[in-house]
């Protein structure tokens, strides 16, 4: 299998997260502040649904006689402590700030890439199509992604500004760094390419419902930024770490028993 099937789906996805940007910076300047706000704010809540719909998975894991839910908890909190006391959220803010330095970029520049690299790459989908489309080269899962990430690019876009096109950037080493390393030992660990079988694994439905959560939080931070209100944000990028606790989470409880 070739390099290029392999990242044949991130680099689709790369591409209509770029033309939804374009897309929306051409709509965005001629639609009033209060038409914006409301584009945001209907973003923020099929966000919601979608974070909900994510957590649904929690309900399917167990880790011996510990219930999904309790385990993304541990996760998240111990997540969150790793997280603050490596400053992600701020290194993600300082990056957003860099390219907006370096490409000259204006408005809201910095939040506009970190809401969007966050959206476009937690969740389900991104493991799930990455494995796929790394180990099979079948990049359907990364398709359906790229049309739902190009639609809200252009929402974004119209809101926060050019900074949500480089969230491509994002897309293309997270994406393109699963896929490629999907070949190894991800094959194995998580029993072969078959979206059926990865969608019922215990260890990506908890990250599912762990990303879900997480998903809840960009909503939030999405709706705020609709009603004018930003300073009250859930700090979700100093939550990353949880998506590497939570497998881990699982394993030492179902080892524990």
Not at 150 to 175: K, R
Request: proline share 3%.
């Amino acid at each position: 299998m070739t390099l290029l099937s392999q990242l044949s789906g991130t680099f689709i996805n790369v591409a209509t997260v770029l033309l939804g940007t374009t897309l929306g910076l051409l709509l965005g300047g001629r639609l009033p502040e209060r038409t914006q706000r409301t584009l945001l704010q209907t973003l923020s809540l099929v966000t919601l649904y979608i974070g909900l719909d994510m957590c649904t998975s929690l309900s399917k894991v167990l880790g011996g006689h510990i219930p999904g839910v309790i385990l993304a908890l541990v996760s998240l909190a111990l997540g969150a402590v790793i997280g603050e006391g490596l400053g992600i959220e701020e290194r993600l803010g300082h990056l957003g700030e860099m390219l907006r330095r370096r490409f000259k970029g204006g408005g809201r520049f910095t939040e506009g890439f970190v809401a969007a690299s966050l959206l476009f790459c937690i969740g389900p989908l991104t493991i799930v199509g990455g494995i796929q489309n790394g180990l099979t080269g079948d990049s359907g899962t990364y398709v359906l992604k790229s049309v739902l990430d190009g639609i809200a690019a252009l929402a974004l876009a119209g809101v926060y500004g050019v900074g949500v096109g480089f969230s491509a950037l994002t897309v293309l080493l997270v994406q393109g760094g699963i896929s490629l390393a999907s070949g190894g030992l991800a094959g194995v660990l998580l029993g072969g390419a078959d979206p059926a079988v990865l969608k019922t694994n215990p260890y990506v439905l908890l990250v599912t419902g762990t990303g879900g959560l997480m998903i809840l939080g960009i909503s939030v931070n999405l709706m705020l930024g609709g009603l004018g209100v930003e300073d009250r944000r859930v700090r979700v990028g100093s939550l990353l770490p949880a998506l590497l606790l939570a497998p881990l989470s699982l394993w030492l409880a179902t080892l524990i028993g």
